[in-house]
């Protein structure tokens, strides 16, 4: 087995940084102040969106992204959309909203739904489903704003979900659960854990990845900082590539189905229907429409609070001098 370092610090190795250190005052090497590729679109959408200075990746403004824009303008050009999932790599978890507050804020028959759908992920996909603001903040004073899910649920009181595709600990067979059933360490985990676990992820990346996920530790001289080690975790291989790399198949795709199932979501359907005539001209018609599907027909308490959804009405249906 090779010889490994903590991830903390190989996070932070000297493979990351460039071969030239701008303003290298000789003792400090300052980490970039925000990633090479700016953005993240996760963070663009129109719901309790924060500045840059303050959230860094969130872009101008609310849907800058011409990607985020497209996906808001056909979701609410689109009123019949009970339910979203959206996927992003890693960690093997359905999260939920609010990201930017308790759960004692979410509407109680909301809140319910939330948890009731989340047990049925869980035994469809056994991924845990939990919220954003209980259990997946990266840093416990900091909220995560302006994303998908909470758009979608905020302002459209659609029940939205994000599948994190992927748990490379989980395969290398690491408990994720806090102790004394306090749920998981997903945020927790990636600021601290024992050596033991890298030792797990190493020797799984060996066997289903061949080796690519770690580079071997390696001597080099930097033109500045001298005589320096090379090697380390690559990350993108490790979690978010792995999947497919190691020809891995995900049951996570099965929330979809869930969402999608006409039992679950609202379904329209004519109970009875009658037609009587009244006249040499005029019939009384009379149509019972009934919900099947287990939402309701605002889909949410937050839709109705909204006034996102108007009663149901049959308009009046008049006959034309060449038929109906």
């Known amino acids: 087995m090779r010889e490994t370092r903590p991830a ?32 993240d679109l996760n963070r663009n959408f129109p719901v309790e969106w924060a500045i840059e200075s303050e959230q860094p990746g969130a872009g101008p403004y609310p ?57 049925t992920i869980t035994r469809l996909t056994g991924y845990p489903a939990v919220s954003v603001f209980h259990d997946f903040k990266y840093h416990p004073k900091e ?54 676990d890298d030792l797990k992820l190493l020797k799984w990346q060996d ?25 380390g975790w690559m990350p993108t291989d490790v979690a978010q590539s792995s999947i497919a790399l190691a020809g891995g198949r995900d049951c996570a795709t099965c929330g979809c189905d869930l969402l999608a199932r006409p039992d679950f979501a609202r379904s329209f359907a004519f109970r009875e229907f009658s037609a009587k005539r009244v006249g040499d001209s005029a019939w009384h018609l009379q149509a019972v429409v009934e919900n099947t599907g287990w939402l309701p027909t605002s889909v949410s ?13 049959l308009p009046p249906i008049r006959r034309r001098a060449r038929g109906w």
């Open 207 to 231: 066997e289903a990845l061949g080796g690519r996920g770690f580079v071997a530790w390696q001597p080099f001289t930097h033109p500045q900082l001298g005589d320096v080690e090379l090697g």
């Open 63 to 119: 849907t800058s992204e011409p990607e985020v824009r497209a996906m808001v303008q056909f979701i609410v050009d689109h009123p019949n959309i009970t339910g979203a999932i959206t996927f992003h790599t890693y960690s093997g978890v359905y999260l939920r909203p609010y990201g930017t507050r308790a759960d004692d804020t979410i509407a109680t028959s909301d809140l319910w739904t939330m948890q009731e759908i989340g047990k």
């Open 143 to 196: 909220t995560i704003k302006g994303v998908f899910d909470d758009w979608l649920y905020d302002h459209l009181g659609v029940y939205a979900w994000t599948c994190e595709l992927w748990s490379p600990q989980r395969m290398a067979g690491i408990d994720m659960k806090k102790p004394n059933g306090g749920g998981y360490r997903f945020m927790d985990w990636f600021r601290q854990h024992d050596v033991e």
């Open 8 to 39: 903390a610090t190989a996070g932070r190795s000297i493979a990351s940084c460039p071969r030239a250190i701008q303003n290298y005052d000789g003792v400090t090497i300052k980490a970039p102040a925000r990633p090479l590729e700016g953005l």
């Open 301 to 313: 308490t937050r839709a109705a609070e909204k006034r996102l959804v108007q009663p149901l009405e």
